[in-house]
């Protein structure tokens, strides 16, 4: 079936909105935030780095528990075009863990002013981006907690997974994983493993079952100002 040259004209000006609408307007200075007690609030600057007034909306999501213990300000408020303003992420003291890290994310949306012409889409662009709550005390390092990891494949109902373990009180978030072997690579999916916790995943592509001899992974961690450090560990059997 033909489309009409005007609906055709019309899917084609709606897919250029979209695409133009994609890109986000207002510029983050991090990738992450971290709360590090005993500071009771944290912040994150914002940059309306195009030529039009936005609207901003900034929330923090609740964990599992339904919990999020944080206020924003600015919550809702104009960041004019070229202008900069400070988010700051205000913690009420009380309700999370002391003796590990929690997560939320962080939403800053961008809601565009009225359009100028008719027929014209408009989208809300939302970024999100990990807020890490930190106490104080915690033992170890927050830089050293993907060197603490441990690795191994384990057979689970005919498949081979890969499980990390993290023994630190500090989240590892992650850019890269992949268990290699000679030649061999193959990508794992984990996006970050909590303190304290064992994470397993399915590796597309490897049919070895829970034979680790001779493997290897290699993963970049992301540090908390955005950074990667790049390590190798041998696979344990």
């Known amino acids: 079936m033909k489309i009409p040259a005007i609906a055709g004209l019309a899917l084609a000006m709606l897919a250029l909105c979209f695409s133009a609408a994609a890109d986000a307007a207002i510029n983050l200075s991090g990738t992450r935030v971290v709360l590090a007690a005993p500071a009771k609030e944290a912040s994150l600057l914002l940059q309306n780095a195009s030529a039009e007034d936005f609207m901003l909306q900034a929330w923090v999501e609740a964990d599992a528990t339904g919990e999020a213990p944080f206020a924003i300000t600015p919550a809702l408020d104009r960041l004019r075009a070229g202008q900069q303003k400070a988010l700051r992420i205000l913690y009420y003291g009380e309700g999370l863990p002391t003796d590990k890290e929690s997560v939320f994310w962080l939403n800053v949306q961008e809601v565009p002013q009225k359009a100028r ?13 990990k807020l890490f709550y930190r106490p104080a005390g915690l033992p170890g390092k927050a830089e050293d907690a993907a060197k603490e990891l441990k690795w191994k494949l384990v057979d689970k109902g005919g498949k081979t997974l890969l499980e990390v373990t993290n023994p630190s009180r500090f989240h590892v978030s992650f850019a890269s994983v992949a268990v290699r072997k000679g030649a061999e690579s193959y990508s794992a999916p984990i996006d970050m493993v909590a303190p304290g916790s064992s994470f397993a995943v399915e590796v597309p592509g490897l049919v070895e079952r829970g034979y680790s001899n001779g493997f290897k992974v290699e993963f970049q961690a992301i540090g908390d100002y955005g ?6 560990n041998v696979i344990a059997n």
């Open 117 to 129: 012409t008719e027929n014209t889409l408009q989208i809300a662009v939302r970024q999100r981006l």
């Open 227 to 232: 950074g990667m450090t790049k390590h190798i």
